[in-house]
Structures are given as C-alpha cells and as structure tokens.
C-alpha cells in the first residue's frame, strides 16, 4: 500500500530527528554527517523556498500537459468533456506515482502533480453529479485518506479533515431544519470522536512517519470543537441558515450556554496544554481566546478600541511579567529556560527587554579578568610589587 519502503520513511524519519538534534546542539555537525551518509535519504526539500519553487514548477508542468491534450481533442470535444477533465485527474495521479516511484518525497513536483490531481477529480466529481456537495466531499476524503496511506503527505491529511467535516456539514444541511438546530453539538460530538480516535491510533502507532499526519488531526479536532461552539459561529450560521433575526430584545437559542463555551473551552485549553505539557494545545486556546475575546468586542463594544487594546496590553503585560518571574528559575515542567529544539534566542531576547525596562538583573557571576592580591593591581599589596 505505501509507496516508499518502510525503511526508507523510517530512515527518512531518523535523518530528520538528527537533523532537529544537531540545531538543538545535542549532537555536532561530524556525528550529523556520519548519520546522514550512512541511512538513505529520499529526494525531499526540506527549504520551504525551494519547496514552493519546485510546486510552482510541478504546477506549470502539469498545467501544459492538460493543456496541450485539450488543444489536440478541441475539435472532437461535445457535450462528454468532463471524460476530459477525468482524464487530467488521472494524469495527476499517474505523474505521482511516476515522481514517487523515483524516490521523491516532500520535494515539491509531487505536490504538485497531487493536488493538481484531487483538484480535477473534486471538478469532474462536481460536473458529473451536477455540483452535490456531499459526493463531491465523500469521495475526496477517501481519496485524499488513501493517498496519506499511499505517499504519507501531510497536504493529504490536511484535505481529509476538511473534506470529511464538509461531509457531515453537507449531510445535515440535507436533514431539514431539526439536523440544522442540532449542527452544533453534532459537530462537537465529531469533533470529541475525531480527538480520541486520534488519540488512540497515536498510542497504537508503530510506524513513525505517520506521527504528524495524526497529531494535526488532534489539533484539527480541537479548532473544530471550539469552532462548533462559538457564539459569534452559531450565531452567524444561526442567521445564514435557518434566517434567525437576532434583534436587542431577544438572542440565540441557548446563548448563555454557547457564551461559556467561548470563554471556558480556550481556558481549559491553557489549563491541559499545561497539566499535558502539550505545545499545539498551548496555542490553539491562547488563539481561541484572543478570537473569543473579539467576539464580544465584535457585537458588545463597550469601551473605544484605543482605550480596550491599551487595558488589553496592560493585562497582558502584567501577567507575563509575574508568569516569567515565577518561572524563571524552574528546570522542568512549565520553564522560562530556552527551547533548544527551536531557533533562534526568543526567551533571551524578552529577558534582556525585562532587564532594560524594568531592572531586572539576571542571576550570574561575572568574573574579574584581573588578579587581585600580592600587589598584581594599584599598589602595594601583599607582595610589595606595583
């Protein structure tokens, strides 16, 4: 089923996890090198940059291909031309595997090639069924699940989460208006079944190149259940598709329940991402706090914005200055002390901006390249000399 050996993807894993090691320091650039010549490494980019440079490329490859089979069948083209946009799906997937068989992985014509591929398939899809939403959906989200099996891409686990959740918008949107009523805690108990589904696939999960695939559908699972509860979401949606006209004397149905959940969810986020040491959980509740924190500004402006965002900044300063002198000099668990799997100097940076503004001093012992005693330094001293 997948296309590259498992060898190759584990060994592909290994040169990745020394080359994180070596940034981190743990491991220098001779021991790095010893591991990248002897484990095989397949044709992969690891430059962003470069990366989109070869997608582009793939792009125009793929484009001029369709391209010049729709100038040689113009004349013999009638009303069966979808035929024709099937077949520059299957071009896409045929260029995939044909970039694949030859050991590219990640570099950027394979995406391309790829997602040209479901792009055509999902129009094709779309022409044949005359535009339904829930074929066209259904169909991508076992293509793009079997192509992450098949190529381990992370663009295709991307598309199966999205495309997998419009299936089961699409689905109850065809319900009536009861399924429409109930779309939010329909959409939170998938939400829920997609975390621990995940969560149990990742404590059986033997094979590790699979590992990012699954721990972004844990981080999707959570932007969607906090999505799916939002007040400014279900009222908008609300107001979209069954017409509610919320006016000054009434609301939502169940708003007080939806106006917790926007601020509890984002806070028992911060509080897990803390407890689990969970870094993704970390910043999805510090984003859905700050979009929850909008929506009220958004529909209960109270204060002018000049006047909100500068008590915003105060708060927010407040409590990172006494959360970074509380933590400062704790060696594990929740630590102020630096990532040294992450680049750059961030926490040295926002240490020096402390001790310049608020005369923070760091706790280090500096010492003195001169040597004091027997009269090395001004004057006489113990051994008579100056």
């Known amino acids: 089923m997948i296309q590259y050996s498992n060898t190759e993807l584990e060994q592909e894993f290994l040169v990745s996890e020394g080359h994180s090691l070596k940034k981190a320091g743990f491991i220098d650039e001779s021991q790095f090198r010893l591991i990248d010549k002897k484990l095989t490494v397949l044709k ?28 040689i069948s113009l004349d013999s083209m009638n009303e069966n031309y979808q035929f024709l946009v099937y077949l520059f799906a299957i071009i896409g997937f045929v260029g995939t595997e044909v970039l694949t068989n030859q050991k590219y992985y990640g570099y950027g014509l394979d995406d391309a ?91 059986k999960l ?71 040491k969970d870094r993704f959980m970390l910043w999805i509740g510090i984003l859905a706090l700050c979009f929850s924190i909008y929506n009220i500004r958004f529909y209960y402006a109270v204060l002018p914005v000049e006047i909100a965002l500068t008590i915003g900044g105060l708060v927010l300063f407040a ?38 503004q608020l005369g923070l001093k760091p706790e280090t012992t500096v010492e003195s390249p001169m040597e004091f005693g027997d009269g090395d330094f001004s004057g006489g001293g113990s051994g008579g000399s100056y």
Do not use: H, W
């Open 44 to 71: 992969s980019q690891k430059n962003i940059l470069i990366r989109i440079g070869f997608f582009l490329l793939g792009s125009f490859l793929y484009s001029s291909i369709c391209g010049f089979l729709t100038l």
């Open 113 to 203: 090639f790829l997602l040209g591929a479901q792009l055509c398939l999902a129009i094709a899809i779309g022409i044949s069924t005359e535009g339904n939403e829930i074929t066209i959906s259904l169909i991508l989200s076992v293509t793009s699940l079997l192509c992450y099996l098949r190529y381990v891409q992370l663009s295709m686990a991307i598309l199966f989460c999205v495309t997998l959740t419009c299936s089961i918008l699409f689905l109850m949107f065809e319900l009536g208006a009861f399924a429409k009523t109930i779309l939010p805690f329909t959409m939170m108990f998938f939400a829920i079944a997609i975390y621990f589904g995940s969560k149990k696939l990742l404590a």
């Open 206 to 276: 033997t094979l590790p190149f699979y590992y990012n695939g699954i721990v972004f559908t844990q981080a999707f699972a959570l932007i969607l259940f906090y999505l799916s509860g939002n007040y400014m979401v279900v009222r908008e949606l609300s107001s979209e598709l069954m017409g509610v006209i919320v006016t000054a004397n009434n609301d939502i149905p169940f708003a007080f329940f939806f106006y917790g959940f926007t601020f509890i969810v984002p806070v028992s986020y911060l509080v897990l991402s803390l407890y689990k």
């Open 319 to 356: 409590f990172t200055f006494f959360a970074i002198k509380k933590i400062k000099n704790k060696t594990n668990g929740v630590t102020f002390q630096p990532d040294r799997f992450s680049q750059g100097n961030l926490f040295g940076t926002a240490e020096i901006l402390m001790a310049t």
